[in-house]
């Protein structure tokens, strides 16, 4: 018999759960399993008939840009009962269903293996009453589960990221680049409060991301006298140079004693004892709301697909799926809820730095980032000329070169250096077009697209290395920060082997990653990268609802070069049907399939086909050529577009992951610049997420020839997108 498999979403809503429900649901069709919704969370369960109903692949299309959850989600009084789970069980039963995916928060997780653990009771109980018979007993003896957390609180251990934060924090960063502006003008004071009853992840990385000025969150709560120390803060930064003060408070903030502090709270402090024309926003449910995030799309789809895997496989332990660094990775549910409970009651037992610790290394990492991004330390008390500090752009624009830039002068800054600017990439550093940037001069920068310091790919060969070291010595420049893409990296092993020539390029020099094309050593996201992503899930989604009136495919062109990140994520993200690659390659073969799935889909009643092509997917089979040559064999059954998306990549507000990714880099790069002045190294390197790595070790990382890494990560999206995009019966065989 037919494995059958209940998906539901339970408890709090969050963006990016309908992109997990369609992963399950085709996932599982690909996998000969049949799939049920459960419509409306448990209480759907507890109620039964319509409410549990088969779901087929037509039922999933065109929702991955829906926030919320089509499938209704609640909160179900009765399944907290044991009696009310019985009910749930004899429904279930009676659909054919022993597995369960559950798309929920802790909650949710929770009641949901408190379920697995009753199911044989019940169903010994159901089977005494007479309400199944002795074969559905037999049949479904056991409740195979995995869950996925969707919670944009970011609370659950043991997992990068849940379903939604990345979205909420879309939501968030927008609001306070929005009241930014208004607040400068006016040099006025923000309170912002977000969501996070027991998590300050939104709160903090909110307030990186923002270029906020003070946070407050659960885990690491102020001493009584709180209203002092942001008073000095934020009067430092005034000073430094700051028109505005925007304070964002988690709600779940409170005092050491542990005494609320709330957003009205703040607000009356900023203004009573500080003077300030101070205003509060509360973003509530705004911060569930919207699109989901390219990311929340390309990472539940993925985490989805490993959901079914999971229930299909030889799962006797309940497992929760989430992602760590950029892969599906399971868990035992049980564990992952106690950890996640336990840090609520670190914070009420006030053991704040164990509720940090279990935050994790980087959450720790970027609290202490974030105080010395704000508080404008030694900019207005100690600056010390002694290191002169330059930062550069090489290579193609990338959204989020100006909060890194920003990010590297004020950490700079608190480190002590002379930061300076350098206009223009190499060519500006040796004509010397370069001045100093000050704390307050890089205001304003985290919100900004381009590059306030312009870019340029070129780099010097021998020749011109001379006046390079000419102009470095002239300059005084003691270390430099190239912020960029691959060429950057070439430059770092010219200067690498040429040093000894020149002794004033005998200086620390650290290339940090900066490319939409994301095809950078040694990390699985370069700055850009995510905005990019970003953007061109936005533009599929207006290319599909362009398309929705016409039975139409489409070839969307993507950048990337060599690389296939940005293609592949968002052929997922955006719910194509074929991803072009490079690393693939195109042949008539593949082609001549597709065709034939493409024709058979149309024919069966699909309205819309993607593909997506990477710009060096083929130097052969072009956009155009795939346009006209999906049109010409489907013989007016469908018209074909194609739509190169060029430069807008290239151009958007940059994401909250790459404002934090930057400052994330930075924090890293200006400690190490401050060992290597100290020892005088003269060390050539580039920055990671694991560390800072000397530039010997790229051999081991490039492919120098086709320009990317050895290790293609996100090749790990390949099977998610074969079994997303293939629908079954209208396809040959999945390449
Ligand atoms: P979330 O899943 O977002 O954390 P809740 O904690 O409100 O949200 O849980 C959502 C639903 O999951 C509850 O309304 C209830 O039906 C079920 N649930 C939560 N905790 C339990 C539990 N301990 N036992 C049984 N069911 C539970």
Not at 440 to 450: A, H, I, L, M, R
Request: charge should be negative.
């Amino acid at each position: 018999m037919t494995v059958r498999i209940g998906v539901l979403t339970s408890g709090g809503d969050a963006q990016g759960m309908n992109a997990a429900v369609r992963a399950v649901v085709r996932t599982a069709l690909a996998a000969d399993a049949e799939v049920y919704g459960i419509l409306e969370g448990w209480q759907g369960a507890v109620d039964g008939g319509d409410y549990i109903r088969p779901l087929g692949w037509d039922d999933v299309s065109g929702i991955t840009a829906l926030g919320g959850t089509v499938i209704g989600t609640a909160r179900c009084a009765a399944f907290r009962t044991a009696e009310g789970r019985r009910t749930a069980v004899a429904h279930l039963i009676e659909k054919g269903i022993d597995r369960l995916i559950v798309i929920g928060g802790d909650g949710s997780l929770t009641g949901t293996d408190a379920l697995r653990a009753e199911w044989p009771d019940h169903v010994a109980a159901l089977l005494a009453s007479g309400a199944i018979t002795p074969e559905q007993a037999e049949r479904h003896h056991s409740l195979v589960i995995a869950g996925l957390v969707g919670s944009i609180d970011n609370d659950m251990v043991g997992t990068d990221m849940t379903i939604g934060t990345d979205s909420a924090l879309h939501r968030i960063v927008e609001a306070i680049d929005a009241i930014a502006s208004t607040a400068a003008s006016h040099q006025r004071s923000f309170v912002v409060e977000v969501m996070g009853r027991h998590c300050g992840y939104l709160a903090l990385m909110a307030a990186i991301a923002g270029g906020a000025d003070y946070v407050f969150i659960p885990e690491q709560p102020p001493s009584a006298d709180w209203h002092a120390h942001m008073a000095s803060v934020l009067r430092r930064a005034r000073n430094a140079g700051r028109r505005t003060s925007i304070v964002v408070v988690a709600e779940g903030a409170a005092d050491a004693d542990g005494n609320p502090i709330t957003a009205e709270h703040v607000r009356a402090v900023l203004s009573d004892e500080m003077g300030e024309d101070a205003r509060v926003t509360i973003l509530g449910h705004v911060q569930r709301g919207g699109t989901p995030s390219a990311y929340d799309r390309w990472m539940a789809s993925m985490i989805g697909h490993a959901a079914v895997e999971q229930v299909l496989g030889d799962a006797s332990e309940a497992q929760v799926v989430g992602v760590r660094a950029n892969r599906p990775h399971a868990q035992p549910l049980v564990e992952a809820v106690a950890a996640t409970r336990n840090i609520a009651t670190l914070i009420a037992e006030k053991r704040f730095d164990e509720a940090m610790a279990a935050r994790g290394h980087s959450f720790v990492q970027m609290h202490a980032a974030f105080r010395r991004l704000s508080e404008a330390r030694t900019a207005v008390e100690t600056p010390d000329p002694d290191k002169r500090v330059a930062i550069m752009h090489v290579g193609g624009l990338a959204p989020g070169m100006n909060a890194a830039a920003k990010a590297l002068v004020r950490l700079g800054v608190d480190h002590g250096f002379t930061m300076l600017g350098v206009q223009g990439g190499f060519p500006g550093l040796i004509a010397g077009d370069v001045r100093e940037l000050r704390w307050g001069d890089v205001e304003g920068w985290t919100s900004t697209g381009g590059a306030n310091l312009g870019t340029r790919r070129w780099i010097p060969g021998e020749e011109e290395l001379y006046g390079l070291a000419r102009s470095v010595e002239t300059l005084g420049i003691d270390g430099i920060v190239i912020v960029g893409g691959f060429n950057a990296y070439r430059a770092l092993t010219l200067l690498q082997e040429e040093k000894k020539r020149y002794p004033s390029l005998n200086i620390p020099t650290v290339v940090l990653p900066a490319s939409i094309d994301n095809n950078l050593p040694g990390l699985q996201m370069a700055i850009g990268a995510d905005t990019a992503l970003n953007v061109a899930v936005q533009a599929v989604d207006r290319i599909k609802l362009s398309a929705s009136a016409a039975k139409r495919a489409f070839v969307v062109e993507t950048m990337g070069r060599h690389c296939g990140f940005l293609a592949l994520a968002t052929g997922v993200a955006g719910g194509a049907e074929r991803v072009y690659l490079n690393e693939d390659g195109l042949s008539i073969g593949a082609l001549a399939a597709d065709i034939d799935a493409m024709v058979a889909a149309f024919s069966g009643g699909q309205s819309f086909w993607l593909a997506i092509r990477n710009e060096e997917a083929s130097a052969f089979y072009t956009t155009d050529l795939l346009t006209r040559m999906f049109e010409a064999e489907g013989h007016g059954l469908y018209s074909v577009r194609g739509v190169v998306l060029g430069h807008v990549q290239q151009g958007g507000t940059p994401s909250p992951f790459d404002r934090i990714n930057g400052v994330r880099l930075a924090a890293a790069v200006t400690d190490w610049m401050n060992e290597k002045l100290a020892t005088g190294e003269g060390i050539q390197a580039f920055a990671t997420p694991d560390g800072i790595r000397p530039v010997k070790e790229l051999d081991d990382l490039v492919d120098w020839e086709v320009r990317r890494p050895l290790e293609q990560w996100w090749l790990v999206l390949k099977p998610v997108l074969a079994a997303l995009g293939h629908r079954p019966g209208s396809d040959v065989a999945n390449t």
